[in-house]
């Protein structure tokens, strides 16, 4: 899969194409089903499938801290779209000129720069300033200007519209079974192992600190995991996502995983951390003692967990 950032390193290289827009945040069960349709008409079309996300994403830009968190980072995010058949994502920067651009002016940019032939939008997919534009604007413009309009709708599994909200909510009230049936596998968070205060191997229990870019987490507390190495062996495990109470005071949030039956060296080392079942929630604890006792006990329970499944 082509990666393009800004539309200019692409300037003289575009193509007719089939395109779809959105954030695509977690790539979940919704997406897939866009983008199934996308690789489907593009083989139709004999044309490039194309999709275009903004980063950061429009509601980041506007509401700042006060964004939501995340499903998945940039980079989880590209991985995912490229494993679906993208042929190019084009992940195009939003700033100041795109939040004041008008519907008019967006439709323009896909017919004049993108030359898009056929557009595939989600039932909800608005844009341009004051969210201008709707399906129903793109179908006039196609009309005018020479392209199809599409409209995916909405996936319903138990009767509710699979959205990244529905899922951010299920992963935040620690309901990883739903939220893996909502994203079609299990969620996980990747980032490369880092060196930390090395307080985890002073307590029995050496954890891998791994770097996760995104602001926020979707998650927090306590879980089973299995982490999955650069060399593709799979540990299972268990795994804090917080802010270290007991140890240190920091805003900043960590994700700390400790593998069983493990030894070795992760420094450096990309690694997927994949959440099964939430054991409790992150809490402070009087000292280290008690520390380390409760850690026992959650490594005892995740391996039950996974002994029994």
């Known amino acids: 899969m082509k990666l393009i950032r800004h539309l200019s390193d692409?300037?003289?290289?575009f193509k007719d194409c089939v395109l779809t827009i959105g954030n695509f945040d977690g790539v979940h069960a919704g997406h897939q089903m866009v983008l199934n349709a996308l690789i489907k008409q593009a083989k139709e079309f004999d044309l490039p499938a194309i999709v275009m996300c903004f980063e950061p994403q429009p509601i980041e830009y506007f509401r700042g801290a006060d964004a939501p968190a995340r499903i998945s980072t940039a980079r989880d995010k590209i991985e995912q779209l490229e494993q679906a058949g993208v042929d190019e994502l084009y992940l195009i920067r939003f700033n100041h000129s795109l939040a004041n651009m008008s519907a008019q002016q967006f439709v323009e940019m896909l017919y004049q720069q993108l030359k898009v032939k056929h557009l595939i939008v989600g039932d909800d997919f608005c844009f341009g300033k004051n969210r201008q534009g709707n399906f129903d604007y793109l179908l006039k413009a196609g009309e005018?200007?020479?392209?199809?309009?599409?409209?995916s709708n909405s996936l319903l599994i138990d009767k509710e519209r699979v959205s990244s909200?529905?899922?951010?909510?299920?992963?935040e009230n620690g309901q990883l079974n739903k939220a893996a049936i909502y994203l079609g596998r299990q969620f996980s968070l990747s980032g490369?192992?880092?060196?930390?205060h090395k307080r985890g191997r002073e307590l029995g229990f050496p954890t891998a600190n791994i770097r996760v870019k995104n602001r926020k987490s979707p998650l927090n507390g306590v879980?089973?995991?299995?982490?999955?190495?650069?060399?593709?062996?799979?540990?299972?495990?268990?795994?804090?996502?917080?802010?270290?109470?007991?140890?240190?005071?920091?805003?900043?949030?960590?994700?700390?995983?400790?593998?069983?039956?493990?030894s070795g060296d992760l420094y450096g080392q990309r690694v997927k951390v994949s959440f099964y079942k939430k054991l409790r929630q992150e809490k402070k604890f009087d000292g280290l003692e008690q520390l380390k006792q409760q850690i026992a006990l959650d490594s005892q329970q995740a391996k039950t967990y996974f002994n029994e499944t």
């Open 192 to 196: 490369r192992v880092m060196h930390g």
């Open 223 to 262: 879980f089973a995991v299995t982490i999955t190495l650069e060399s593709g062996l799979v540990y299972e495990g268990v795994a804090n996502v917080g802010t270290r109470p007991s140890i240190e005071e920091t805003s900043a949030v960590l994700l700390e995983a400790h593998l069983f039956d493990f």
């Open 165 to 171: 909200t529905l899922l951010r909510d299920a992963l």
């Open 144 to 151: 005018a200007h020479g392209f199809t309009v599409q409209r």
């Open 10 to 13: 692409a300037q003289g290289n």
